[in-house]
């Protein structure tokens, strides 16, 4: 069975208790538009500042009803399989006893899996197709679709699409509050969902990698969503309001930098996912850039990417996205395989983190 | 989409020969396309994504002039599964008492 928004809050708090040892409950400050609190569970042995971070969020998108599941389900693996000093098996791919202990002692997991449990509240009980998080309609707009704000449109990266691409390039973002999927809300970061999200990023500058996780394609993201990426010239990127007219365009010979350093920490970051999924049941996710068919802005994972290139002091973070299956809410049977599958990427890259990203083994 | 609150809604397989085509098809008929619209190569060489449409969408994206260069195959009636889906959610709370918690699904070995 699915969990419910409750029961997921219900699930940490209880993991929290069953460990207090190896865990270390967290609780963002923003109450949602409905006055639901959320909840981020460090799983680790060592203290907040002791250990670098990942954070594994969940559930920015309502409708899409495996990826917080997926969340709960390897906290409570990873802590189990600690607590009885076993490894953990999924399917095809296996971690061993001396794995899991090394996994929490080296690296701080903060897992946030319900992000927006107004959304998911109202897709499980009254709209399945629902995505937003559930701000009120504008004043004057009555129609069920005015209501919420698409989360993963709503972070501030190059938030306002209108005045940052090119006319022609069709972001896939709106400024039309009655926008079903894809509003980027009234302002950026205006969301108490997303406020949350940049909070945990400023509170715990040790996290160095963020995994938001989604469904379905599958696929797994890397850097950048908003422009092909070119590592030739450094001026070229989202700070650069020169390029404000020409953002976004495919093969104009413009794009988002990223050194070849980074992309290919990137890429092979994202691969270590990949196999480690691919393990499980031979189903290929494939890794691609985040930038497919078309830009998007306001998007978690460029977020986070982009923090240290506008603040240099700030820790630079490796973002991807997970997108997880292929249809958003499958029968539970099939859910609990691609729990699975989302399970064993995050234990892959936790522990292959340290290792591609400082290269100590190149 | 308040026109729309009763119908269902479909989830479509998108495949054509290559990028362009597959973009000017959503270009024109503008479909919900998921989380990021990315495209993934299909096994026969082309290039696909799932989109989602309503069921009068449906039938105006086939008569699409880009859908001569596409072809659309409905695979989920999501409206239709997710009442489905409903029935597999958690009702009240199965970790209310505080010694609950949940089991992952990791094999422990
Ligand atoms: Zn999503």
Redesign the interface.
């Known amino acids: 069975m699915y969990l419910n928004v409750t029961e997921i809050e219900s699930a940490i708090t209880n993991l929290n208790v069953a460990h207090p040892e190896t865990t270390q409950l967290i609780e963002p400050p923003h109450a949602t538009h409905e006055g639901r609190t959320t909840q981020v569970l460090r799983v680790g042995t060592r203290a907040a500042d002791e250990a670098d971070g990942i954070l594994a969020l969940g559930g920015l998108h309502a409708r899409e009803w495996v990826p917080p599941d997926a969340l709960v389900s390897l906290a409570a693996d990873l802590l189990e399989a600690h607590a009885g000093g076993t490894g953990l098996r999924y399917g095809g791919t296996a971690f061993t006893a001396a794995q899991i202990a090394t996994l929490l002692d080296t690296v701080n997991l903060f897992f946030f899996p319900c992000a927006n449990p107004d959304g998911r509240a109202h897709s499980q009980t009254v709209a399945g197709n629902w995505r937003k998080n559930r701000r009120p309609a504008p004043p004057g707009l009555g129609g069920p679709s005015c209501v919420g704000v698409d989360l993963n449109r709503n972070f501030d990266f190059l938030w306002d699409h209108t005045a940052k691409f090119a006319a022609d390039s069709d972001v896939h973002t709106s400024a039309d509050p009655c926008d079903p999927q894809q509003y980027r809300g009234p302002a950026v970061a205006s969301e108490p969902e997303t406020r949350n999200v940049v909070w945990v990023l400023d509170t715990f500058p040790r996290i160095r990698w963020h995994v938001d996780v989604h469904s379905a394609v599958p696929v797994i993201l890397h850097s950048w969503g908003d422009d092909q990426n070119q590592s030739t010239k450094s001026a070229d990127n989202f700070t650069n309001p020169a390029l404000d007219t020409v953002r976004g365009r495919r093969n104009d010979g413009i794009g988002e930098f990223i050194t070849t350093h980074d992309l290919d920490t990137a890429v092979r970051l994202a691969q270590r996912m990949h196999d480690a999924i691919f393990g499980v049941r031979s189903f290929d996710y494939g890794v691609e850039q985040a930038y497919g068919l078309y830009p998007t802005s306001g998007a978690s994972d460029d977020y986070a990417f982009s923090r240290h290139v506008v603040e240099p002091d700030d820790t630079k973070l490796f973002a991807f996205t997970i997108e997880c299956g292929t249809s958003q809410q499958p029968t539970f049977g099939e859910a609990e395989n691609v729990i699975r599958e989302v399970s064993a990427g995050l234990v892959a890259f936790a522990l292959g983190a340290h290792d591609i990203t400082d290269g100590t083994h190149p | 989409?308040?026109e729309h609150?009763d119908e269902p809604?479909y989830?479509c397989h998108v495949v054509a020969a290559t990028?362009d085509a597959?973009?000017e098809f959503?270009?024109e008929v503008r479909p919900?396309?998921?989380?990021?619209?990315?495209?993934?190569?299909t096994a026969d060489g082309g290039v696909g994504?799932?989109v989602?449409l309503h069921e009068s969408r449906l039938a105006q994206a086939r008569s699409a002039k880009s859908a001569a260069a596409v072809d659309i195959t409905p695979v989920?009636n999501?409206?239709e599964?997710?009442?489905?889906?409903?029935r597999?959610?958690?009702?009240?709370?199965?970790?209310?008492t505080?010694?609950?918690?949940?089991?992952?699904?990791?094999?422990?070995?």
Request: overall charge positive; proline content about 4%; glycine content about 12%.
């Open positions: 989409m308040s609150d809604v989830r990028t597959l973009r959503i270009d919900d396309t998921g989380c990021r619209p990315v495209a993934r190569k994504i799932d989602y989920e999501t409206t599964n997710w009442q489905a889906r409903t597999e959610v958690g009702q009240g709370n199965r970790f209310a505080r010694g609950d918690h949940p089991h992952g699904l990791g094999r422990k070995e």
